[in-house]
């Protein structure tokens, strides 16, 4: 062997240098280590992917590689190294039908969604499924039973299981039943492809932290260069603590998918800052996700950003770097960011940008005079003297929505301020907000000019609030409904004493507070808005607000009291400020009756570690009703349901979410359908033809749950061992013999999760 030889040379020649020896050695062991991993792949279609790992699912991670397998099932599945079926299992959902084949170097390699087996293989798990009379099983096997060597077929690809299409889902676990990256750890594949970055988030993390003169996370789309690397938009003016997110993806040659980076570095003054890397992982991690994916931007739909930070509470896995937690906190002044994101072919694309840290400054505005067409401002620093550069213009309606950027007609220097015109017609019967930049590239906070003659009166107007929650803390923001001469405060109402807030005037309309800490909300029973204008107004809020924390359990109810959500211990992983809104406006419910009033669960924008006690109280009335359950609203797929409880003494349905969304009661009393069967009623088939029973069966509301309770298919009154796919909603029986020449029939009961029934008879003959 070239390699122990390469040692012996080294070793004699280097008696004298132990160092020398302890680094060639290590070299040669780790060379050893992958040529001991080097796995066949384990289809023959290419090595194309679907999925890679580590990507973010509503789930959580996505824990191995889905194989393409050119959209059908039944190609050849072969064994990765040599050794042996150590597990297999059959169900309706998860893998579906799986194969997990031990190796010699003691990793497990697992096959996912397979049609079926080896005939060995197959014998075996339909051996146990008749003894146990169920499709469902989980069969662990001893080491001799079921050997193969690397190369054999050991299955087949499918579509089993909760599968959105067929493909080969495929996984390399230790020995302590992690999933390990296997195109780093015995897997390869050619990829010349380097990543792609399309944005770029800084997320402030306390009340002293700015981006650009906001206090509001905020995303910059970054530009590619002729060189291939990616570059901030301009020079990003920060201060304080802040963390940084991109939104990026990897691709590989020939396929259209997108797949999750492997690895990313941040450099800052071209010094490694941190990195992260999806290398390992656990199916116990699972929610974690929610804390590697910024998950504010995912709610948010703005998509996945991988946060490239790790606060102190977050839970920690082994994908950042352990020693360093990513947080920038920079001095004043230019600071470099370089950002590579990486394959697991170390392919690298760059991002590249500078920050300039210094707190945003203010200015002052006043209107100089007007002619026929121009009006003039002039706009200078409150304190500093640093002179400004550019300013931005932008125009609001009376009642404080967004109208156009506005092009600066003319400008000119005065010591460290600046006079602008601006075309008269644009800003008439609006209101005016600019924002300076000074020299150094330091941000002002924005400034308002509003023509009086269209405000709204302090007095009388409408103020909405609301409150939103970040990293940073809470933020209360205030919206009058109409643009107001007044100046706007906020404080705290408490038991014994007052808190005043620092707010800030981002928008015409708009007053937003610095970030609060939940714990300053002790205590609390009311926020209060003042108005000051020739005279003070106060408005105050109601406080339905509570704090739970991660060491306790915490009760939050909402204010009418028929909807409660109890946290449990570390339920969420920081102290929050958490309530629930009843909902006006909604999604509409199709094929089911409200019941209650629709609530949306607060604060949304952020993740929960475990999973939340729910229950929502319904009046007498419907007491006498039996298809009565939660529902919580998702996005993609719409009212879904969640498993309740119905305490009818109390009228109270009780379950659990794993995310704060919007829930309500609600009645599903459709049956679920029959849509179509093979064989058909009344239908007539040769017996070597007819081979697989298949029924195509939906739920327009509650849905079936992936189980054996909820179908029962029987032939000729005796139950069958059936299967069920539940994203395509098949079930289906493959004979294994020819069924017996004559009449026979085959009754079909489906249930759907809300109780509702359909049981259909279907009579045909064989012949």
């Known amino acids: 062997n070239p390699l122990f030889l390469n040692l012996k040379c080294e070793i004699n020649s280097s008696a004298n240098n132990s160092n020398y020896m302890r680094i060639t050695l290590s070299i040669i062991l780790l060379n050893l280590s992958i040529l001991a991993q080097d796995y066949t792949w384990p289809t023959n279609l290419g090595k194309h992917l679907s999925s890679n790992f580590g990507e973010f699912r509503p789930t959580g991670y996505h824990q191995g590689l889905d194989m393409k397998t050119k959209g059908t099932i039944g190609h050849p599945v072969y064994a990765v190294s040599n050794g042996y079926i150590s597990r297999i299992v059959s169900n309706f959902s998860g893998f579906g039908r799986a194969l997990y084949l031990t190796l010699e170097d003691g990793q497990t390699a697992v096959y996912g969604h397979l049609s079926k087996f080896t005939p060995r293989l197959e014998d075996r798990l339909i051996e146990q499924q008749e003894k146990d009379q169920t499709y469902i099983t989980n069969i662990f096997l001893s080491p001799g039973e079921f050997q193969f060597e690397k190369g054999d077929v050991i299955g087949y690809s499918g579509n089993t299981g909760f599968s959105f299409g067929p493909h080969l889902h495929f996984e390399i676990r230790n020995k302590k039943g992690q999933t390990l990256n296997p195109l780093t750890s015995g ?10 970055i399309d944005e770029i988030s800084f997320t402030p993390l306390n009340n002293e932290s700015w981006v650009n003169g906001n206090q509001l996370p905020q995303k910059f789309r970054v530009f590619r260069d002729k060189k291939g690397n990616y570059n901030f938009p301009d020079t990003i003016n920060i201060a304080g603590e802040l963390g940084i997110s991109i939104k990026a993806y990897d691709k590989r040659q020939g396929a259209n998918n997108i797949y999750q980076p492997h690895k990313i570095e941040i450099y800052i003054n071209e010094k490694r800052f941190h990195s992260l890397e999806f290398e390992r992982l656990d199916y116990k991690w699972q929610s974690t996700a929610n804390y590697i994916n910024d998950y504010r931007n995912y709610r948010l739909n703005f998509g996945n950003f991988i946060k490239l930070y790790q606060n102190e509470y977050d839970p920690k896995v082994p994908i950042h770097n352990e020693v360093t937690d990513g947080i920038i906190d920079l001095s004043q002044g230019y600071h470099d960011i370089k950002i590579h994101v990486m394959d697991t072919q170390q392919n690298k694309r760059e991002l590249n940008g500078t920050v300039f840290v210094m707190d945003p400054f203010e200015i002052m505005i006043t209107k100089l005079g007007e002619t026929n067409k121009l009006v003039s401002f002039l706009i200078q620093p409150k304190s500093i003297t640093i002179p400004i550069e550019t300013i931005y213009a932008f125009s609001f309606t009376p009642y404080g929505f967004a109208d156009e950027k506005l092009e600066i007609e003319s400008s000119e220097k005065i010591e460290s301020g600046k006079i602008i015109t601006i075309n008269k017609q644009k800003i008439k019967r609006k209101a005016l907000q600019f924002i300076a930049q000074n020299a150094l590239g330091t941000r002002s906070k924005p400034i308002h000019w509003i023509d009086k003659n269209f405000t709204g009166d302090p007095l009388s107007v409408n103020v909405n609030m609301d409150i939103s929650h970040t990293e940073a803390g809470v933020y209360i923001q205030f919206q009058p409904e109409q643009v107001i001469d007044a100046e706007l405060s906020l404080r705290l109402k408490g038991k014994y004493k007052y808190t005043n807030i620092p707010i800030n005037q981002i928008q015409p309309s708009v007053y937003l507070s610095q970030p ?19 005279i003070e107004r106060q408005i105050q809020f109601d406080f339905p607000y509570t704090i739970a924390k991660p060491e306790a359990s915490t009760t939050i109810i909402s204010t009418d009291t028929y909807c409660s959500v109890r946290s449990k211990k570390s339920s969420i992983v920081s102290p929050t400020l958490m309530w629930i809104e009843a909902v006006h406006k909604h999604a509409p419910i199709k094929n089911g009756n409200l019941i209650s009033r629709v609530y949306q669960l607060q604060p949304f924008e952020r993740p929960l570690l475990k999973p939340v006690n729910i229950a929502i109280r319904y009046k007498k009335k419907y007491n006498d009703r039996e298809k009565l359950h939660l529902y919580y609203y998702d996005q ?16 109270v349905i009780s379950g659990e979410v794993k995310q704060l969304d919007a829930i309500a009661i609600i009645e599903d009393k459709s049956p679920p359908l029959i849509l179509s069967t093979h064989p058909g009623n009344n239908g007539k088939y040769p017996s070597l033809e007819l081979n697989q ?19 029962d298919l029987l032939l000729d009154n005796v139950p069958l061992i059936y299967t069920y796919q539940p994203k395509l909603k098949i079930i289906s029986f493959d004979l294994r013999r020819p069924l017996s020449i004559g009449n026979h029939t085959m009754q079909i009961i489906i249930r759907d999760q809300a109780g509702n029934k359909t049981n259909k008879s279907i009579g045909f003959s064989v012949y």
């Open 693 to 711: 029973f298949k029924i195509m069966i939906d739920d327009k509301l509650s849905g079936f749950d992936p189980n054996e309770s909820s179908f």
């Open 516 to 534: 609060i800490s939940p714990e300053q909300f002790e205590n609390i029973i009311q926020i209060e808005s003042i108005l000051k204008s020739e």
């Open 187 to 196: 897997l390869s594949q050619d990829d010349r492809l380097a990543p792609f």
């Open 636 to 651: 993609k797929e719409g009212w879904t349901f969640i498993p309740s409880e119905n305490n009818k003494e109390r009228n």
